[in-house]
Every structure is written in structure tokens, then in C-alpha cells.
């Protein structure tokens, strides 16, 4: 990824620096310098004439979400119109202002100066809170997300300012010189940072250091996060940077501008403009963007054309993706260019009104997020799915961490909490499984995939947490989550398979049957591989190849691909066809473990406790196979299934289907067997049978352990039921005998 700069001689430009550039969302851009004017110019970095004068240096502007623009010059703040018409203007600081900027929604202003002081205004100039007083002047600053705290740099620290006066004020080192310019990003909540010392540094919203640059030639005056969160630029003498989210960079571009005091991003994240100290107003359009996919990949070589003899019809391309086969290629005209492996010069052009911020392929259709805050699902053809609303769902803070597709779901992570996971169905835009399994968490949540196999009903999700913890729950398993490992970097769902694939501290970690986790907990570690290998810090899978390959971007843009296993995808198309038989004979060929604890696991799952009972014996898990054995002599369907239940550690879920069959008693037994002993008396007493068989197990439990009984309800029970060991025996004899005939209890 590198930048394509507009030539800056004999270009329109300020007769002095030029201080502060900023567009507005009618992708203008407006510039004020020390010559005291504001110009304007078009998207394409042409000139459209001159504002307005002023009467005073400006030194930073921002522009209103709803269009009106703000500046601040000296120590007053000005309010203006899109034309030049001040509406208002007020104090904000003692000696200069050195920076403004809104608040999302539009409700709050944030202004720092040099008297080391941040404060907040509302939409009409009143002051609201006198935010923070520092003993230096405060250089930068930026909202978090959803506006209820500040990042800003004083001196050689970073501060992090709730607005809630009881909460705790983060801060910490972050530069060894003054701290000029920081940004935090609205989507993935990472600060960066840059100073005088030259360098710059991507921190989490803890203060956490995730990237530090080397040190360039010079002080890093400005950095700007893109829309997309996906990419920074870095302004210093002479040069703009772009940078990937974790920093890497393919090189510097040489502007003719002296030294880049601001940058700012179009709306649509196509290009990058700079206020140059020499006056110069820099324009530069993303190029070189590169993507790879499953079997091919793509490069964006000028703002109209990509490789692979791709042509965009003059239309600047603002987005794209590539995944299943396809690629998608979103123009600032509001059309998304859909093209398949195979038919690259065949696009089929869909028309989506507005410019797409957002392009997420699945494996038959893709989600689209448009500037215009609609959110859809289109299939491959151009015919319109769905709309997908809910609550919670918020377009213009989607990104590809936080929303998934999978064929029949999308999947996204709830806002403003980010601690509950949501399911939708693609078909209605509608909620998928009901608010009863959206996935509640603990902690707030950063990364979601989903899986691309199966039905909705076998619909899994993994997500990562701010603790860096991996998660996998089931769309339809009420909402139970269930933790895989630790310290992840990356996390990605095979294409065609269900494994899971991890970058774990730095190793590659793959769950070949995630499922594992709600069949047969003792099982997952079995079905894990771990690759070691020189992936560095802060790895990112950008590929999973039909679980069998993983490709690994390394944070200096190196790729390194690595074999997993390449019996995994034959595996999977037997045990999702349910030919236990051939998946038992590959094991047997192959000889691994993990193939046989994916065999295992898949047969406890479709209830064929033959092919279960091979697989956990090839496990050597013996106490599983006796289990197993023993469930297979069960005469009934529902005794099975109820033993099965067991088996995954669900007794409710046994306890349901036996009762629904009438098998009173080995409801009953399941409870005994588990030694939920009180359980077993009351489903014993509410149905007026076996109550003695409960006290003839619960008294030969007690004599075994060497204890007695002080549970007052076994107690009155004693008293008023005469236990015989005979009789015990022959009324179990006797349920045995009637359950082999199908007869129910009654």
C-alpha cells in the first residue's frame, strides 16, 4: 500500500504555511494557513477558489458531522458556516488554541491550547466542563468512540480523560519528546501517536504499546487513522507515510511541502490530503492496495485500475475485498463490481446508492455498509437479500473485526456495551435465534468469525475479548460460551472446513473440530495442532485454506504459509456426509490423533456411537468406550440419546427427553448415577415411584463413604417408606424389561 501524490508545482497553495486541511462529507476539502484564508478544493485536488479572509492565523479546523465547520485561531473558537459566515465565536483558552475537534455525534466540542487546558463546549459555544488543566500546552487531541473520553498529549505523555468526573485518569509515557499529534480510532479503539522525538506509536486504549516505529530524520508533526480503521498516515518533513493497523509500512512518499503539520482522510478513505509548512496543500490517492484471497489475489495499482487487466471505468475505487472465490471492488460512484476466479473481465455491477464504507464476502452472498448508514446482504447475482436492523447495530462503527457472514447468518458484535454477540438471519434481517442465545460476555469483545459449514442450526462463532482470550459458542446453544486459549493475535475460520486457526503467542494454533468444546470438552486439546515457526510479533492470519493451509502476514509484510494438515479437508467431507466408515479408514491410513478425536467427536454429534466407540478406543480412552458400550446396549432410541446427553454433560437436556418418553426411572437412575441426589428424590416423589430405589442407592452411597445421613428430607423419607433390597431389585428388573418392550411407566 503506498501513495500516489499529486504533483504540488504550479499548484494552487497558500502564501504562507499552510496550518490545518479538513474534509467535510461532501468530500470537500477546506484549508486555512498563515496568509488568512481558507480555499477550497474538490475531491480530486483541483482548486475551487477561496472561501474567505480572516482576520486571525488559524491553527486547527474541524468540520461538523452535520456540516458546519469550526476553527480555532488565538485563543478564540470560531463557529462558520460552509460559505465563510462566522455564527458564532468565543473564548476557549488564554494564549493560542491548538486544537478542535467534534464529538461523533455532533453534540460536543473539545478544544485545547497552550495554556494547557482541554475543554468541552456544546453545539452552541457554552462551555460544559473545564475537562483537564495541565502546566504545558496540550499539542493533540481526540474522542474516544462513543465521546465519553479524551486522548491528549502534554509533553512527553499521553492522557487518557474520562468525562466521567470519578473515573480514573490514564497516563503514560509515550514519547521521549513532545507528544505533537495523536489520533484514536473509532472502530478498533487503538491510539497513535507521534512526536518530537521521531518516531510514532500505535497504544491501546490502556496505554498498552502494541507498535513503535524506528526512528526517522525528522519530528513526526502529524497522524491520521483512515475511516476504515485499517490504516494510518504519518506526516513528517517532506514525506507521508502509510501505514497498515499494525504499523507496517511498504515506505515513505516524498512530498514537496516541508513539513506536514495535518492530515486528513476523505470520507471515503481513497485519499489523504496534508497542510505543508511551505504553503503547499498535499494531495495523495491510496494505491498499491493489495489483497489476497483463497487461490488468487489482487492489487489496486492506480486509484481507476487494478491489476489483473482490471479496469474501473475512470471511477475511483474506494474499497475492496476478496474471499470465496470472488472479488469485490466498491467505486466512489456508489456501484459494487462483483467478479469470480476464473471471470475477472465478467463483473457484474451492482447499484448501491451510496459509497460502500464496508464490503464483508461470504460464501454465497456479501454484506455491504454504505456511507449512507444502510447495511445489506446482496447474493452474488446483484439481487438484494435483506436489510439488516437491529438494535444494537450501529453501520458506521462496523468494520471486519466486529461483523462476520456466514451463509444463512451475520454475526456482528453489539454496541455501545461491545460485550454481547448478536445473530441475524440474512434472509429477513431479522434476529436469527432470539435474544435468549445472543452471546452475553464478561469482557469487552474485539474480533468475531463465524463459520462457513453447515446449517444454521450447526452456526458457530469465535471471538476474541480485550483480555485476548478466544471464545467459540453455538448460534442455538443459548448463549453459552466456552474458552479455547489465551493471548491471541489473529483468529480465522477455515473456507470450506470447520477449523479454527489462532495465532497464539506467536505460534499457530488450530482447533480441527471446534465443535469439540460442546460435545466432549476432555477431547479439544486432541484436536489442537500447534505450528512453530518465525512469525514475530503481532502476526495476522489472512488466510485459512480449506483448513488444511494458513497463510501468515508477519508485521514487516512478509508471508508465510503453512501446512496444518492435509488429510483435514477428505475428513470433513466424510463426517459431514456421515461416512463414519471411510473417516474411520483414513485415520486408520493416516495414523494421528487429532484425526481420530475429530472422528470421535463428530460421532458422538450425529448420535452414531459405533463409529464413537472406534475413534475414543484409537484414543485410548477407555473409560469412554465403556460408556459408550454400555449406552449402545440401552434397548430404546430415547434411553440412548438421554445417555448421549450425559455423555456431553447435559442432564437437564437427558433428564427432558427421558421424562417426555415416559422413562421415569432412568430419569431417575441418570440423577442417581450423577449422585444429584436430591433431584432424584423429588423427581421420584412428584411422580410417586422409586422412592424406596432412591433410598436403597442413597443408603449403600453413605455406607460406602463411612458417613451418615443428616439430609432432613432423605430422613423423612426414611421414616415413612420401608426400603427392601428384594424388592428394589426386582422393580429396577422390572423397568428394564418394560423399557425393552417400549412400554411406558405410567
Same mark, same amino acid.
Given at each position: 500500500?503506498?501513495?500516489?501524490?499529486?504533483?504540488?508545482?504550479?499548484?494552487?497553495?497558500?502564501?504562507?504555511?499552510?496550518?490545518?486541511?479538513?474534509?467535510?462529507?461532501?468530500?470537500?476539502?477546506?484549508?486555512?494557513?498563515?496568509?488568512?484564508?481558507?480555499?477550497?478544493?474538490?475531491?480530486?485536488?483541483?482548486?475551487?477558489?477561496?472561501?474567505?479572509?480572516?482576520?486571525?492565523?488559524?491553527?486547527?479546523?474541524?468540520?461538523?458531522?452535520?456540516?458546519?465547520?469550526?476553527?480555532?485561531?488565538?485563543?478564540?473558537?470560531?463557529?462558520?458556516?460552509?460559505?465563510?459566515?462566522?455564527?458564532?465565536?468565543?473564548?476557549?483558552?488564554?494564549?493560542?488554541?491548538?486544537?478542535?475537534?467534534?464529538?461523533?455525534?455532533?453534540?460536543?466540542?473539545?478544544?485545547?491550547?497552550?495554556?494547557?487546558?482541554?475543554?468541552?463546549?456544546?453545539?452552541?459555544?457554552?462551555?460544559?466542563?473545564?475537562?483537564?488543566?495541565?502546566?504545558?500546552?496540550?499539542?493533540?487531541?481526540?474522542?474516544?468512540?462513543?465521546?465519553?473520553?479524551?486522548?491528549?498529549?502534554?509533553?512527553?505523555?499521553?492522557?487518557?480523560?474520562?468525562?466521567?468526573?470519578?473515573?480514573?485518569?490514564?497516563?503514560?509515557?509515550?514519547?521521549?519528546?513532545?507528544?505533537?499529534?495523536?489520533?484514536?480510532?473509532?472502530?478498533?479503539?487503538?491510539?497513535? &501517536?507521534?512526536?518530537? !522525538?521521531?518516531?510514532? %506509536?500505535?497504544?491501546?486504549? =490502556? +496505554?498498552? $504499546? @502494541?507498535?513503535? *516505529? #524506528?526512528?526517522?530524520?525528522?519530528?513526526?508533526?502529524?497522524?491520521?487513522?483512515?475511516?476504515?480503521?485499517?490504516?494510518?498516515?504519518?506526516?513528517?518533513?517532506?514525506?507521508?507515510?502509510?501505514?497498515?493497523?499494525?504499523?507496517?509500512?511498504?515506505?515513505?512518499?516524498?512530498?514537496?511541502?516541508?513539513?506536514?503539520?495535518?492530515?486528513?482522510?476523505?470520507?471515503?478513505?481513497?485519499?489523504?490530503?496534508?497542510?505543508?509548512?511551505?504553503?503547499?496543500?498535499?494531495?495523495?490517492?491510496?494505491?498499491?492496495?493489495?489483497?489476497?484471497?483463497?487461490?488468487?489475489?489482487?492489487?489496486?495499482?492506480?486509484?481507476?485500475?487494478?491489476?489483473?487487466?482490471? &479496469?474501473?471505468?475512470? !471511477?475511483?475505487?474506494? %474499497?475492496?475485498?476478496?474471499? =470465496? +472465490?470472488? $472479488? @469485490?471492488?466498491? *467505486? #466512489?460512484?456508489?456501484?459494487?463490481?462483483?467478479?469470480?476466479?476464473?471471470?475477472?473481465?465478467?463483473?457484474?455491477?451492482?447499484?448501491?446508492?451510496?459509497?460502500?464504507?464496508?464490503?464483508?464476502?461470504?460464501?454465497?452472498?456479501?454484506?455491504?455498509?454504505?456511507?449512507?448508514?444502510?447495511?445489506?446482504?446482496?447474493?452474488?447475482?446483484?439481487?438484494?437479500?435483506?436489510?439488516?436492523?437491529?438494535?444494537?447495530?450501529?453501520?458506521?462503527?462496523?468494520?471486519?473485526?466486529?461483523?462476520?457472514?456466514?451463509?444463512?447468518?451475520?454475526?456482528?458484535?453489539?454496541?455501545?456495551?461491545?460485550?454481547?454477540?448478536?445473530?441475524?438471519?440474512?434472509?429477513?434481517?431479522?434476529?436469527?435465534?432470539?435474544?435468549?442465545?445472543?452471546?452475553?460476555? =464478561?469482557?469487552?469483545?474485539?474480533?468475531?468469525?463465524?463459520?462457513?459449514?453447515?446449517?444454521?442450526?450447526?452456526?458457530?462463532?469465535?471471538?476474541?475479548?480485550?483480555?485476548?482470550?478466544?471464545?467459540?459458542?453455538?448460534?442455538?446453544?443459548?448463549?453459552?460460551?466456552?474458552?479455547?486459549?489465551?493471548?491471541?493475535?489473529?483468529?480465522?475460520?477455515?473456507?470450506?472446513?470447520?477449523?479454527?486457526?489462532?495465532?497464539?503467542?506467536?505460534?499457530?494454533?488450530?482447533?480441527?473440530?471446534?465443535?469439540?468444546?460442546?460435545?466432549?470438552?476432555?477431547?479439544?486439546?486432541?484436536?489442537?495442532?500447534?505450528?512453530?515457526?518465525?512469525?514475530?510479533?503481532?502476526?495476522?492470519?489472512?488466510?485459512?485454506?480449506?483448513?488444511?493451509?494458513?497463510?501468515?502476514?508477519?508485521?514487516?509484510?512478509?508471508?508465510?504459509?503453512?501446512?496444518?494438515?492435509?488429510?483435514?479437508?477428505?475428513?470433513?467431507?466424510?463426517?459431514?456426509?456421515?461416512?463414519?466408515?471411510?473417516?474411520?479408514?483414513?485415520?486408520?491410513?493416516?495414523?494421528?490423533?487429532?484425526?481420530?478425536?475429530?472422528?470421535?467427536?463428530?460421532?458422538?454429534?450425529?448420535?452414531?456411537?459405533?463409529?464413537?466407540?472406534?475413534?475414543?478406543?484409537?484414543?485410548?480412552?477407555?473409560?469412554?468406550?465403556?460408556?459408550?458400550?454400555?449406552?449402545?446396549?440401552?434397548?430404546?432410541?430415547?434411553?440412548?440419546?438421554?445417555?448421549?446427553?450425559?455423555?456431553?454433560?447435559?442432564?437437564?437436556?437427558?433428564?427432558?427427553?427421558?421424562?417426555?418418553?415416559?422413562?421415569?426411572?432412568?430419569?431417575?437412575?441418570?440423577?442417581?448415577?450423577?449422585?444429584?441426589?436430591?433431584?432424584?428424590?423429588?423427581?421420584?416423589?412428584?411422580?410417586?415411584?422409586?422412592?424406596?430405589?432412591?433410598?436403597?442407592?442413597?443408603?449403600?452411597?453413605?455406607?460406602?463413604?463411612?458417613?451418615?445421613?443428616?439430609?432432613?428430607?432423605?430422613?423423612?423419607?426414611?421414616?415413612?417408606?420401608?426400603?427392601?433390597?428384594?424388592?428394589?431389585?426386582?422393580?429396577?428388573?422390572?423397568?428394564?424389561?418394560?423399557?425393552?418392550?417400549?412400554?411406558?411407566?405410567?
Amino acid at each position: 500500500m503506498k501513495l500516489k501524490v499529486k504533483p504540488t508545482a504550479g499548484a494552487p497553495r497558500h502564501g504562507d504555511v499552510c496550518a490545518v486541511v479538513a474534509w467535510n462529507s461532501a468530500s470537500e476539502l477546506y484549508s486555512a494557513g498563515d496568509d488568512k484564508q481558507i480555499l477550497r478544493f474538490d475531491v480530486n485536488g483541483d482548486a475551487r477558489g477561496k472561501v474567505c479572509d480572516l482576520d486571525a492565523y488559524v491553527v486547527d479546523m474541524a468540520w461538523h458531522p452535520g456540516g458546519a465547520k469550526s476553527s480555532g485561531s488565538g485563543g478564540e473558537t470560531r463557529m462558520m458556516t460552509r460559505g465563510g459566515m462566522v455564527e458564532r465565536a468565543f473564548e476557549a483558552h488564554r494564549g493560542a488554541v491548538t486544537s478542535v475537534c467534534w464529538n461523533d455525534d455532533g453534540t460536543a466540542l473539545l478544544t485545547t491550547g497552550e495554556d494547557g487546558a482541554a475543554k468541552v463546549w456544546s453545539r452552541n459555544g457554552a462551555l460544559r466542563v473545564a475537562l483537564e488543566q495541565r502546566d504545558a500546552a496540550i499539542y493533540c487531541a481526540s474522542w474516544s468512540r462513543d465521546g465519553d473520553a479524551v486522548a491528549f498529549g502534554c509533553g512527553k505523555e499521553l492522557l487518557v480523560k474520562p468525562l466521567n468526573p470519578g473515573a480514573k485518569t490514564l497516563r503514560w509515557k509515550a514519547h521521549d519528546g513532545v507528544v505533537l499529534s495523536c489520533d484514536w480510532c473509532a472502530l478498533t479503539r487503538v491510539i497513535v &501517536s507521534g512526536g518530537e !522525538d521521531c518516531r510514532y %506509536k500505535t497504544w491501546d486504549e =490502556h +496505554g498498552l $504499546l @502494541l507498535f513503535q *516505529s #524506528s526512528r526517522l530524520d525528522h519530528v513526526v508533526a502529524s497522524v491520521r487513522w483512515n475511516p476504515a480503521g485499517d490504516a494510518f498516515a504519518v506526516g513528517s518533513f517532506d514525506s507521508i507515510t502509510l501505514c497498515d493497523a499494525t504499523g507496517f509500512t511498504s515506505g515513505k512518499t516524498p512530498v514537496d511541502a516541508g513539513t506536514v503539520l495535518k492530515l486528513a482522510w476523505s470520507p471515503d478513505g481513497a485519499s489523504v490530503a496534508g497542510a505543508g509548512g511551505n504553503g503547499a496543500v498535499v494531495f495523495g490517492s491510496v494505491a498499491e492496495r493489495r489483497i489476497e484471497s483463497c487461490g488468487f489475489a489482487a492489487t489496486l495499482i492506480a486509484p481507476d485500475r487494478g491489476d489483473l487487466d482490471l &479496469s474501473f471505468r475512470g !471511477d475511483r475505487v474506494v %474499497k475492496m475485498a476478496a474471499g =470465496h +472465490g470472488y $472479488l @469485490l471492488v466498491a *467505486s #466512489s460512484a456508489g456501484a459494487v463490481s462483483v467478479r469470480q476466479r476464473g471471470r475477472m473481465n465478467a463483473p457484474r455491477t451492482i447499484d448501491v446508492r451510496d459509497v460502500a464504507t464496508l464490503l464483508i464476502p461470504g460464501k454465497t452472498c456479501f454484506l455491504c455498509v454504505t456511507s449512507g448508514g444502510s447495511c445489506a446482504v446482496y447474493s452474488y447475482e446483484g439481487r438484494k437479500t435483506s436489510d439488516l436492523r437491529a438494535a444494537g447495530l450501529r453501520p458506521e462503527l462496523l468494520n471486519d473485526r466486529s461483523v462476520a457472514l456466514a451463509p444463512d447468518a451475520c454475526v456482528f458484535i453489539d454496541r455501545p456495551s461491545s460485550r454481547v454477540v448478536r445473530f441475524l438471519d440474512v434472509a429477513n434481517g431479522r434476529a436469527l435465534a432470539g435474544d435468549e442465545n445472543a452471546i452475553a460476555h =464478561h469482557a469487552e469483545i474485539t474480533r468475531v468469525v463465524v463459520n462457513q459449514v453447515g446449517s444454521a442450526q450447526d452456526r458457530k462463532v469465535a471471538f476474541v475479548d480485550v483480555n485476548r482470550d478466544v471464545h467459540v459458542a453455538s448460534a442455538f446453544g443459548g448463549g453459552v460460551a466456552v474458552k479455547l486459549g489465551g493471548m491471541v493475535d489473529s483468529v480465522l475460520f477455515a473456507d470450506v472446513t470447520d477449523a479454527l486457526a489462532a495465532m497464539v503467542d506467536q505460534r499457530l494454533v488450530v482447533w480441527l473440530h471446534p465443535n469439540a468444546a460442546f460435545v466432549d470438552k476432555d477431547v479439544v486439546d486432541a484436536t489442537k495442532i500447534t505450528r512453530e515457526g518465525d512469525f514475530g510479533k503481532l502476526p495476522a492470519l489472512t488466510s485459512f485454506r480449506d483448513g488444511s493451509r494458513a497463510t501468515i502476514r508477519r508485521i514487516d509484510g512478509a508471508s508465510i504459509h503453512v501446512t496444518v494438515s492435509p488429510h483435514l479437508p477428505t475428513l470433513h467431507a466424510h463426517l459431514i456426509t456421515g461416512a463414519f466408515d471411510k473417516a474411520i479408514r483414513l485415520c486408520r491410513f493416516v495414523k494421528e490423533e487429532s484425526l481420530w478425536a475429530c472422528v470421535a467427536v463428530a460421532a458422538v454429534a450425529a448420535k452414531d456411537l459405533r463409529a464413537a466407540e472406534v475413534a475414543y478406543a484409537a484414543c485410548e480412552a477407555v473409560e469412554k468406550v465403556r460408556f459408550l458400550r454400555n449406552a449402545r446396549e440401552i434397548s430404546s432410541a430415547e434411553g440412548r440419546n438421554a445417555e448421549l446427553a450425559l455423555f456431553r454433560r447435559k442432564p437437564d437436556e437427558a433428564e427432558a427427553i427421558l421424562l417426555h418418553a415416559g422413562l421415569i426411572y432412568r430419569a431417575i437412575d441418570a440423577r442417581v448415577r450423577l449422585f444429584d441426589w436430591r433431584r432424584a428424590l423429588d423427581l421420584a416423589t412428584k411422580h410417586g415411584m422409586h422412592v424406596d430405589t432412591v433410598l436403597y442407592h442413597r443408603r449403600a452411597y453413605l455406607k460406602s463413604a463411612g458417613r451418615k445421613e443428616t439430609d432432613g428430607a432423605f430422613l423423612d423419607a426414611m421414616r415413612a417408606v420401608d426400603v427392601s433390597e428384594e424388592a428394589v431389585l426386582a422393580k429396577i428388573a422390572e423397568e428394564r424389561e418394560r423399557e425393552g418392550t417400549g412400554r411406558k411407566t405410567r
